[in-house]
C-alpha cells in the first residue's frame, strides 16, 4: 500500500507539470526570431559556450559533502536504537564519532574549509 | 483527539462493500483521490504563501504591497497565475533541450514528495513510511538536481554560475538538516513521522531536552538555506545573476520554480513544526490534565496550521531583514559552526537518552 501511494505521488508531481505545459503550449502564443533565442547575459553577444571549467573550490565541498553524508546515512538506523541499547549505543557510535570529528578536524587544519 | 483515518476509512469501505468495486478499481479510485487532495492542497497553500510574503515583505517596507486587483489585491496571485499559464514555453537556441525541460519536472517532484509526508491531522498523512525522515531528506535532495541541471542547461553563463552555488549550497546545509532529523530521532525512537509525532505526547520535543531547541534553531537556519531563500538567496541573487538558474525559464517553466521554492518554505516549517513542535500534537503540560483536555478540544488541523504558518512568518521576518551572505560566509556558517555544533549536540542528545 505504500509503495502505491508513493507512485501515485511522484505520477500527481509529473501530472502537475505535464499538465500546466501542455495548456500552456495550446494557448499561448508562438514565435521565433534568431535574437530571442540568444541568453540573456547583460544585452551584448555572447560568446562562446557558458560550459566552463568552474572555481575549483565548489568540487573540494562536493567531495567533503559525499564524506560527511555516508555519515549521516550511517547515523540513522542506530539513531532508532538508541533508546532500546541505552549507553551501549553511547559506546558504540563514539568510536564512529570521533573518527569523523578527526577527519573533519584535519580537513579543516588543511584549510579545505577555506573558499579560496 | 479527533482521528482522521475514520473517514478514509469509511471511504474504503463505501468502495470495496457498499459498492463492491473490486480490489484494483477500489485502489486506483482511492489513489486518484488522493491525488486530486495533493494537488487542491499544493495549490491553495501556494497561493495562499504567496500572497502572505507580498503582504509581509510590504510590511517590512512600509509598503502596502498587491492592491489593486480585488479587494485588498487578494486575486493578484490568481491574475498572475493566468498570465504565466498563456505565456510561451521556451528554449534558448544552444540549451540542452532534455535537461532544460526535465529540471523542472525534479523540482516539483521533490517539492511534491516532500509535501505529502506533512501529518495534517490524526491519521491524515499520505506517506507514513517506518523510515519516513530517511525518504524524505533522500526526495528532498532531488530538488538540488533540479536546480542544478537548470542552471546548467541554459546554457547561460550567470544560470551555469548560479546552479554551482545553488548546489554547493545546498548539499552543505543538507548535512545539517540531517544531523538535526537525528538527533530528533535519537528521543522518539523512530524514523516514521505518525512515530514521531506520537512520541510527543507528554511534551513537544524542544522542551524534552535541554538542548533540543538549539538544534530546533540550527534546524530553521539550515532549512532556510535549503530552501533557497534569503539571506541564503545567492543562487538567485537578482542584483548580481539577474535572475539565477531560472533566468532562461519562461512562463511556466519559471511558475515551477517559484512554486516549488514557496512550498519548500512551507514543507521545511511543517517538518520542523512537525518534528519539534509536535505537529498536529496539542501543548500538553504534565500533571495539568484539566489543561491538557481543553487543548485537546482545539483540532490537530488547526494545531498543525498555526505552528507551520508562525514558523513561515518567522522565516519570511528573517528575509526581509538580513542582508544577503557571500558564498565564503554561507560554507563558513555551515562547516565551521553548524555542523561542529550539531554534532555536539546529538552527542549530548545521545547522552541525555543513554543515561538520564
Known sequence: MYFTLFITVLITAVVLVVAAYVIAKLIGPRSYNPVKGEPFECGI???????????????LFAILFLMFDIETVFLYPWAVVVKQFGSLALISIGFFLVVLVLGLAYAWRKGALEWK | MYDFSIVTRWIDSL?????????????????????????????????????????????????????????????????????????EIFAVDKADKMLYYIAPFLVIIASVGTFSFLPWNKGAVVLDFNVGVFLLTAISSIGILGVFLAGWGSNNKYSVVSAMRGAVQMISYEMSLCLCLISAVVLTGTMQIGGIVEAQHGAWL???????????????????????????????????????????????????????????????????????????????????????????????????FVKTFAIVWILMWIRWTFPRLRIDQILKLEWKYLMPLMLVILTLTTVWVALV
Open chain 2, 15 to 87: 468502495l470495496r462493500h457498499t459498492l463492491n468495486l473490486g480490489d484494483f478499481w477500489s485502489i486506483l479510485i482511492e489513489c486518484i483521490l488522493v491525488g486530486i487532495c495533493i494537488l487542491t492542497a499544493y495549490a491553495l497553500i501556494a497561493i495562499v504563501l504567496i500572497f502572505m510574503e507580498r503582504k509581509v515583505c510590504a510590511y517590512f517596507q512600509c509598503r502596502l504591497g498587491p492592491m489593486r486587483v480585488g479587494p485588498w489585491g487578494i486575486f493578484q496571485v490568481f491574475a498572475d497565475v493566468l498570465k504565466m499559464l498563456i505565456k
Open chain 2, 206 to 304: 524542544i522542551f524534552q531536552t535541554p538542548v533540543t531547541w538549539l538544534a530546533f534553531l540550527v534546524f530553521l537556519v539550515a532549512g532556510n538555506a535549503e530552501a533557497n531563500r534569503g539571506p541564503f538567496d545567492l543562487a538567485e541573487a537578482e542584483s548580481e545573476l539577474t535572475a539565477g538558474y531560472h533566468t532562461e525559464y519562461s512562463g511556466m517553466g519559471f511558475g515551477f520554480y517559484y512554486l516549488a521554492e514557496y512550498l519548500n518554505l512551507f514543507v521545511i516549517s511543517g517538518i520542523a513544526a512537525t518534528v519539534f513542535l509536535g505537529g498536529w500534537m496539542p501543548l500538553h503540560v504534565a500533571g495539568l490534565d484539566g489543561f491538557n483536555a481543553v487543548m485537546d478540544f482545539i483540532p490537530g488541523i488547526i494545531w498543525f
Open chain 1, 45 to 59: 553577444p555572447t560568446h562562446g559556450s557558458s560550459w566552463l571549467p568552474m572555481h575549483v573550490g565548489y568540487y
